[in-house]
């Protein structure tokens, strides 16, 4: 059993006194774990083995996300209440756990709020890396898997988009998130014992399959889908779509979606590459396979049974008319293919919407 850390300031235990994993068996520090994508990770890290701490703020997530995993991994689920700016407290977690690898989510994403509080998000996802790094190089931590993004690519890349197209940044978030790909990449030149992994996602949508975890923004989305998947629930009239007059097939944007339990196996693949090979990598996490704001539209009604009423607008600025990945080097570095279709995208999304809303009474 674990020695008891009830001392421990911030230190929280979900469900029953967790058993102490296989001393083989290594250990994950997941920041941002209770958030969409961390989440997600959390469960395929786990059932992949891994013993899994959750670090988060939850300035993004809700709290009881930890017991939700705690029913789908079915033991306990160590949460530690923490901002990643909070260099003494990182420093207190190195010290009293040893971790062999930290997946680094926690980080601000909405690209509309980017552009009205850029401070914020240079200060957070900027800065927020950089302690977790010095906290963890002081630890001896060497291993870290980064939560990058395909924004980090220009809106006028060649298609699909291999990891070699030129960088560049459309707004404030994409911009921390290439500034953190170069702080990266002169850490690992600086200092050979780092290996890190680096994905960059393009757009993560669905649910788990247990309707149990999935998208939950706060008031109204940014993203397509859990747009549509309000329309579709009533809780929103309509979606407007941005733009009807992009050069693509049916005139609307077209984006690389990709299931969020795909995007979590690419976590896996990715830690276990970085153990096994004792080296890092950078690759898309995406199908390469894109679809417009249309077929997503309709794919959606489908599953939900719903009807989804839409309304051309005017573009939005800073849209790329279309975005898909180049999968292949993901492929040959770590082993990495999407597995869900589109139907699994939007079913799963609707199950965990019907579900979510049951619980919350909504
Ligand atoms: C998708 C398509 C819109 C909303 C951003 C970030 C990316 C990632 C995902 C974090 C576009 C259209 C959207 C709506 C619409 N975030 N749309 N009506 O902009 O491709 O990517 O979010 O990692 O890093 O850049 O995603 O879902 O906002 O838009 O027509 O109400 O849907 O124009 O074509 P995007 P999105």
Redesign the pocket.
Known sequence: MYRDRAGYAGYRKIGYEFVEGNQMTQRILLTGGAGYIGSHTYVALVEAGYDVVILDNFSNAARDVPDRLAQLVNHNVQVIDADVLDRVKLDQVFADTRFDAVVHFAAF???GESVKEPLAYMQNNIGGLVTLMQAMAAAGVFRLVF?S???VYGNNAQLPIPETAELSF??P??HS?LVCEQIIEQTVASDPRWTVGVLR????VGAHESGLIGEDPAGI?????P??AKVAAGELPH?????GD?PTPDG????DYIHVCDLADGHVLSVQSLFREGKGHLVNLGTGRGY??LE?IAAYAKASGRDIPYQI?P??P????A?YADPRLAKDLIGFGAKRDLEDMCRSSWAWIVRHAQKTGA
Do not use: E, H, Q
């Not at 979606?239 to 733009?243: D, E, L």
């Not at 609307?252 to 984006?255: F, I």
């Open positions: 994403k909405a690209v939560s993004s395909a924004s459309g707004n978030y994409g998130k996602y393009f757009n993560p989305p940014d993203n397509l889908m747009f549509i979606i407007s779509v941005f733009g992009y609307t944007g077209v984006r417009s704001v997503m607008s573009r939005r800073g849209d790329a008319a975005s």
